[in-house]
């Protein structure tokens, strides 16, 4: 194999693995969406504090794994709770205004954490190997392939739970149409609450991988915008198209950022939205998404 195909082949598994993690941050975009038709753009700030809770309780001396499975339940709770308290008297009213509640909860959230854990830039102290993989000249950190492995596992996990529970069909039946889900005795709800603590949890799972590849701090939550324009290449209400799309474009930043970004410094940051520009122009509804005709 040349040397310049094995630079290649080692961008593609970089890119997979950052893309994996892009994946589920869209994953959780894309949950929301579907059930409730609501864009949360508080969704990175979800992911943050899923992070710092993760990084407080490692330094208490919690084991890593444990503190992972203790930070996913804290998250679901928290998200339950964001619903009943902020999101659902919000119901009935236009759609922008629960948008712009979002947002001020991402200030918030942003704020306060400021406020507790500080600003300055944190070191996630990870018991997974500092080690790495080499294969026939390619190189994987542990911290990638685990992030690959947890993606996966939880794209597989999410499949079997919306084809085969009750519950993961019950939401499938909201997401299709709330009207006749009520009609069929389903708590519209008891679903949007669950949405939006599966989302968080799925957040703060992003938010602890996304800690260990890079430095922790408050600016993490900004990851969520570049995990934006893979929910518009998948489809916003396509579960599989947040895992395609997140896959994509971590692939082509990783390439663009290996082969241009010395020449052009900076272009690999621009390259999720120039997919993002791209796709709205040529397919606006997504890969994966329906396309709906409006007949006057």
């Keep these: 194999m040349t040397e310049g195909a094995i630079y290649f082949l080692q961008l593609v598994i970089s890119g997979i693995a950052v893309g994996s993690l892009y994946a589920l941050v869209a994953l959780g975009f894309v949950l929301i969406y579907k059930a409730t038709d609501i864009m949360n753009f508080a969704h990175g700030e979800a992911m943050m504090v899923g992070a710092f809770v993760c990084y407080a309780l490692v330094v208490a001396g919690i084991p890593f794994l444990w503190a992972v499975l203790m930070t996913t339940v804290i998250a679901m709770f928290f998200g339950l709770a964001t619903e009943r308290l902020i999101l659902r008297p919000m119901i009935g009213e236009p759609q922008f205004a629960v948008v712009m509640v979002t947002i001020g909860l991402s200030i918030f959230l942003r704020s306060v954490s400021g406020i507790i854990f500080g600003h300055d830039n944190k070191i996630f102290p990870s018991q997974l190997s500092e080690q790495t993989l080499v294969l026939k000249g390619l190189v994987l950190s542990y911290t990638h392939l685990w992030a690959m492995l947890i993606s996966g596992l939880m794209v597989i996990l999410f499949f079997l739970f919306f084809r085969f529970s009750r519950v993961g ?26 949405t939006w603590g599966l989302s968080f949890a799925i957040a703060a799972v992003a938010g602890i991988f996304l800690a260990n590849v890079m430095v922790l701090n408050i600016a993490i939550c900004l990851v969520a915008i570049k995990a934006f324009p893979a929910v518009i290449l998948g489809g916003l209400e396509s579960i599989p198209g947040a895992i395609v799309g997140g896959l994509v474009i971590g692939v082509l930043e990783t390439l663009v950022g290996g082969y241009l970004d010395q020449t052009m410094p900076g272009v690999k940051d621009l390259t999720a939205f120039v997919v993002l520009f791209l796709v ?17």
Excluded at 171 to 187: E, H, K, P, W
């Design 280 to 296: 709205l122009m040529i397919r606006p509804y997504g890969l994966f998404g329906k396309k709906e005709i409006e007949r006057v």
């Design 169 to 194: 069909l019950a939401m499938r039946g909201v997401a299709n149409d709330q009207d006749t889900a009520m009609l069929m005795g389903i708590s519209v709800k008891r679903v949007f609450a669950l």
